[in-house]
């Protein structure tokens, strides 16, 4: 394999790695996730480090997302999100979850 095609190769599976990503990313944007986690709330990093290897974890959180909750994070409640289906807040969770 020359460089040229190396690179291409290597350019090609960082776009491939990148687009569930930017795909989830996008999702906690449109669900106004980020509203909240990047000002007020804790950081997806944090929330992934507090929570890492606990069992039945993914579906605990998923199931805070959409019903809200508080007292975990200080005074500052997490509020309902009614408009996140079920499916699309576990999608979030698991993207959180992985981060690192």
């Not at 906690?28 to 944090?46: N, R, S, T, Y």
Request: charge should be positive; aromatic fraction near 4%.
């Amino acid at each position: 394999m020359n460089f040229k095609t190396a690179l291409l190769v290597g350019t090609t599976l960082l776009g491939a790695l990148a687009a569930p990503a930017m795909a989830n990313q996008e999702l906690a944007q449109k669900k106004a996730c980020l509203a909240c986690h990047a000002i007020v709330g804790p950081a997806f990093l944090d929330i992934a480090k507090k929570y890492k290897g606990q069992k039945g974890i993914e579906a605990k959180l998923a199931e805070k997302i959409i019903k809200g909750g508080g007292g975990v994070w200080g005074t500052m409640a997490m509020p309902a999100n009614a408009q996140v289906t079920p499916a699309e807040a576990t999608q979030l969770v698991k993207w959180i979850m992985a981060l690192k």
